[in-house]
């Protein structure tokens, strides 16, 4: 077993755990503390997921089209 994998063994529970607070703690922000707009109401909390997603996977796609062309 290489070292890598020893200490990734080691500390995956930890970041498991900080994982599950950190994700538990902004689905709060967004869902329940977060006040609606006066406009939209409710609506508008879909933008809070809906736009963070949107920009992971453009910066997924354009990662993977420069790795590629790095590759060719």
Known sequence: MT??????KLILPYIIF?????????????????PADYK???FVRIMYIHVPSAWISLGSYTL????SFAIL
């Open 3 to 8: 070292r890598f994998i020893h200490y990734t």
């Open 18 to 34: 900080l994982f599950t607070i950190c994700l538990a703690y902004s689905l709060y922000m967004v869902f329940i503390a977060s």
């Open 40 to 42: 939209q109401g409710e």
């Open 64 to 67: 993977i089209a420069i790795l």
